[in-house]
Nanobody, 120 residues
Framework: QVQLVESGGGLVQPGGSLRLSCAAS????????MSWYRQAPGKERELVAS????????NYADSVKGRFTISRENAKKTVYLQMNNLKPEDTAVYFC?????????????WGQGTQLTVSS
């Protein structure tokens, strides 16, 4: 069965760093584009960063450019989000997403999320 399991969240002080991981199983990871989203209390879920299936193309929300880096290891079926210079406004639940379109069909999977709190 398909699973996306995020880990690495926690409490960190402003200016600190953290790396999130998302381990995939149950599907061919290397076929899928991967993304990180976040949702803060009372706000809509927003795209943070995305990476193409072979890792050659990355995109970032303006709010995290220069601070966050998305990467993946297809051999380990894992996608990462390195977060530096964290700010209180980065506080949210972070979700990973796997998506692809094949044969006119959309495949779209989400993890359960991991909480990041940035506070002194």
């Amino acid at each position: 069965q398909v699973q996306l399991v995020e880990s690495g969240g926690g409490l960190v002080q402003p200016g600190g760093s953290l790396r999130l991981s998302c381990a995939a199983s149950g599907f061919t990871f290397s076929y899928y584009d991967m993304s990180w989203y976040r949702q803060a209390p009372g706000k809509e879920r927003e795209l943070v960063a995305s990476i193409s299936n072979e890792g050659g193309i990355t995109n970032y929300a303006d709010s995290v450019k220069g601070r966050f880096t998305i990467s993946r290891e297809n051999a380990k079926k894992t996608v990462y989000l390195q977060m530096n210079n964290l700010k209180p406004e980065d506080t949210a639940v972070y979700f990973c997403r796997a998506a692809r379109t094949s044969g006119g069909r959309r495949y779209d999977y989400w993890g359960q999320g991991t909480q990041l709190t940035v506070s002194s």
